[in-house]
């Protein structure tokens, strides 16, 4: 394993509990509907206002999926009924329109993210009509300083569709692979082929994509180490140049979807840290750097560098380069960060459609930081990011000092270092190799709002 990661198995069984996964702070938990169309613009005000206005970033959700992933938690629509996505685009433009209203035309759209649901469930011609709508009405970065990225299903698109896409702007694309083997493709209703991604993974390559991602979930149904190592094999031959390797929360009494999964089925819970080991291991070794959470990414690949020169960000699409921008949701249940706040649409696409036919934003809650939320997220961010939190640029920017604000989080924090997680000097916070899968149980240390609760959260580690 590499010198700055390291995989300490009692430990980690120790501290594997649940908690946030801190893409904001606060965490969702903590929006609410008093916060209204009217408080979204005017923190869209605001952020026109700033001394430096920030660059935008774009998401789209897009709910629709032909079939049901038995492991599923995203808010999606199940549906052969393609009609309904043609209405939801023209929905959709709408609200990009009214969105694009707020903000000054000057503002530059450097990012765009389609995920779902399935993106590709909208045709290319509707992923044509979805990007003029969002070039006549947002200003776009040029090519060069764009990051457009797409989230694949496999089955749902060929390599010709895919050299489509890079001629519609994106530049980035994310292919859900799960798991190659068959058995645990059919008990997750999931089935693709190897063939079919290692072709579009190679038309992607010679379209001229900047970067291929794939996405792997360990603790899936009827996975071994056996079985996901052969996965591991194959997607290491792909060499894609980032890797996701989520853990599977089974939380059926949440998620309905979740409820087809044979309990028979679950692998036990030392399986999972077997799994999480093996892919650490497999993965270091093939040269992919651990860039925290759940993210791999080739040493040359802009997340390593940023981790490198310490610019790297988090925002609600897990880490980034580019997410110190004002970042717009689009779509039902998107999630936006404007200024100081953030907002989430309607979560249907009824109430989506009342909502935008009375000439309205379809804001559902959101919430406004105070001075102690930017605080402790820009604590949380340097600890989720770097690894460290310097206590000096923190008092500068905040005017507060460290030890004494905080001083229940560094008692809270005396077990992890004591552990060897981490280590906490005069001056900084480090968190150290044998921390390094636990960083959002050292995060939750300063999350003022926090009550873990079993149902709510998935497991850190």
């Not at 706040?341 to 309607?346: A, F, H, I, L």
């Amino acid at each position: 394993m590499p010198q700055d990661l390291q995989f300490n198995r009692p430990l980690v069984e120790k501290y594997d509990r649940p908690g946030p996964r801190y893409t904001s702070y606060p965490t969702a938990p903590q929006f609410h509907a008093a916060f209204a169309e009217d408080d979204y613009r005017a923190a869209a005000e605001r952020s026109n206002r700033a001394e430096s206005p920030k660059p935008l970033s774009v998401y789209v959700h897009i709910p629709f999926c032909k079939s049901l992933c038995y492991y599923c938690a995203c808010n999606k629509i199940i549906t052969h009924n393609t009609e309904r996505a043609a209405e939801y685009l023209e929905w959709l433009k709408q609200e990009i329109r009214g969105q694009a209203a707020l903000f000054d035309a000057a503002r530059r759209m450097t990012q765009l993210h389609l995920g779902g649901g399935t993106p590709t469930y909208l045709s290319n011609a509707q992923l044509g009509e979805l990007m003029a709508a969002l070039d006549a009405a947002f200003h776009f970065a040029p090519p060069a300083a764009r990051e457009f990225s797409l989230e694949v299903d496999p089955r749902t698109v060929t390599p010709e569709q895919i050299h489509e896409l890079r001629t519609l702007g994106f530049n980035r694309l994310s292919f859900g692979v799960q798991d190659f083997d068959a058995d645990v493709q059919q008990a997750v209703n999931r089935i693709q082929s190897e063939a079919q991604v290692v072709a579009l993974v190679q038309a992607a390559r010679e379209a001229g994509f900047q970067s291929v991602s794939v996405d792997l979930i360990y603790g899936l149904p009827l996975q071994t180490v056996a079985s996901f190592d052969v996965t591991l094999d194959k997607i290491i031959a792909l060499r894609p140049d980032r890797i996701a390797a989520y853990s599977y929360a089974h939380l059926p009494e949440l998620f309905k979807a979740q409820r087809l999964i044979r309990p028979e089925d679950m692998p036990p819970p030392e399986r999972k840290l077997e799994l999480l080991e093996l892919t650490i291991r497999r993965l270091s070794a093939a040269g992919y750097v651990y860039i925290g959470m759940d993210h791999f990414a080739l040493p040359e690949d802009e997340l390593s560098l940023a981790r490198e020169n310490g610019t790297l960000q988090r925002n609600f699409q897990g880490y980034s380069t580019h997410a110190d921008c004002d970042l717009i949701g689009l779509g039902i249940t998107s999630i936006g960060k404007v200024g100081d706040s953030y907002s989430q649409n309607v979560k249907e696409t009824a109430q989506y459609q009342h909502r935008l036919e009375a000439g309205r934003l379809p804001v559902m809650r959101g919430y406004r930081l105070n001075d102690d939320d930017r605080l402790r997220r820009d604590v949380i961010n340097a600890l989720m990011c770097h690894g460290r939190i310097d206590f000096a640029a923190i008092e500068r920017a905040h005017g507060i000092a460290f030890r004494d604000y905080f001083a229940d989080a560094l008692v809270e924090l005396a077990e992890m270092e004591a552990d060897g997680l981490l280590a906490i000097r005069e001056g900084e916070i480090e968190v150290l190799p044998a921390g390094r899968l636990m960083m959002r149980n050292a995060a939750m240390a300063f999350d003022a709002y926090l009550k873990p609760e079993e149902g709510r959260y998935s497991r850190t580690v």
